[in-house]
């Protein structure tokens, strides 16, 4: 149902990168990142935008293709440097290909800031 939608308002307007994003979106869900992937491929010929770049991305760290992953985060932050979804998906990429788990230094990003937060009655010990 939501595919339908989302096809019929790029037909009416093809310009609409919402539906672009959203329908490029709901074809990696289903599994058919291929499919996501030529339709965001599509839309950057005659759009350079960030979002596109920043959830092909995205597509592309789902699939394995770390090489073209960096390529397009790159690219999205080239055009908008204050793109948080770029910069956090390259930060967890840059980790991933060093071999490290994505997500764990966020983990210990976290705890570092819970620690200069401090619990006040440990400071008084």
């Known amino acids: 149902m939501a595919r339908k939608f989302y096809e019929s ?5 093809p310009g609409y990168l919402g539906a672009a994003l959203a329908l490029a979106d ?3 869900a289903e599994g058919r990142n291929a499919e996501a992937i030529e339709l965001l491929e ?4 005659d759009w350079a935008d960030d979002s596109l ?8 760290v ?3 293709k770390l090489d073209e992953a960096l390529s397009h985060y790159s ?5 908008n440097p204050n793109n948080e979804a770029a910069k956090k998906g390259l ?7 060093k071999g490290g788990d994505p997500d764990l230094v966020e983990e210990e ?3 570092e800031e819970e620690d200069a937060e401090g619990d006040p009655e440990e400071a008084e010990y």
């Open 109 to 111: 990003e976290e705890n």
């Open 9 to 13: 308002a790029l037909r009416m307007e």
């Open 62 to 64: 789902a699939t394995d």
């Open 26 to 28: 709901l074809r990696a």
């Open 53 to 60: 770049h920043t959830k092909l991305a995205q597509i592309y």
């Open 42 to 45: 599509t839309y950057l010929k």
């Open 91 to 97: 930060e967890r990429l840059e980790r991933q290909m």
């Open 75 to 79: 690219e999205a932050l080239r055009i």
